[in-house]
């Protein structure tokens, strides 16, 4: 965690009253912002969020599905609490969304994902990490048109799920929507990160300072 981090929840204090989708702004509990480690190496960025997620404020909390990936980040180590906390304590690692609200009854649309785009662009920048986890094919998609050199359509999580994806900068690892993950591909994304990721040197994707 960086040396003036004060708090895992929305630790550059983006807008919590945005407005700019009226749509999602009128039945929205909350805008959910990313959490987690300012200066992580690894962001893992979904969709938007669920309703667990709108509960607790918290990206990837609150439901099965977020456990699932709860889990999967104490297993690598980034996560010192249980899989079903709502407020995990997390070290090197960042969660986000492409849309911060969550309408009940639809998915966010390619217009929304656009408008909420400069918070996670502004994420990014200030983050600079080395992996980005797309978590479902149209995070991954999303991450597609501006970090590869891949048509954005050529991608599907389920054939991408625990591979590495060099980018423009980054590197991209795909992870299929958790609640759509067996526990094989659970394990599989794990394994993919502990044996092919940590052990060499990915900060040689980019020139990062050291920490």
């Keep these: 965690m960086t040396a003036h981090q004060e708090t895992l929840t929305n630790p550059f204090n983006m807008d919590e009253d945005c407005r700019n989708c009226p749509a999602l702004a009128d039945c929205r509990e909350r805008v959910v912002h990313g959490y987690g480690d300012a200066g992580a190496e690894f962001v893992f960025v979904g969709e938007g969020p669920s309703a667990g997620a709108e509960a607790t404020g918290v990206p990837f909390t609150g439901d099965p599905a977020g456990e699932r990936v709860q889990r999967i980040l104490g297993e690598l180590g980034f996560s010192r609490s249980p899989a079903d906390s709502p407020e995990p304590d997390l070290q090197n690692v960042y969660l986000t969304y492409l849309s911060r609200c969550r309408h009940p009854d639809r998915d966010a649309t390619d217009e929304e994902v656009r408008t909420c785009e400069p918070f996670l662009n502004a994420e990014l920048r200030m983050i600079n990490p080395e992996i980005i986890v797309p978590v479902g094919t149209r995070a991954l998609r999303e991450l597609a048109i501006e970090y590869t050199t891949r048509a954005p359509e050529s991608f599907d999580a389920a054939d991408e799920h625990a591979t590495t994806v060099r980018g423009r900068g980054f590197e991209l690892v795909p992870m299929l929507l958790p609640e759509e993950q067996t526990d094989e ?20 994707t980019k020139g990062r300072r050291s920490r």
């Design 185 to 204: 591909q659970e394990t599989a994304f794990v394994e993919h990160l502990t044996e092919n990721v940590f052990p060499r040197d990915y900060r040689q």
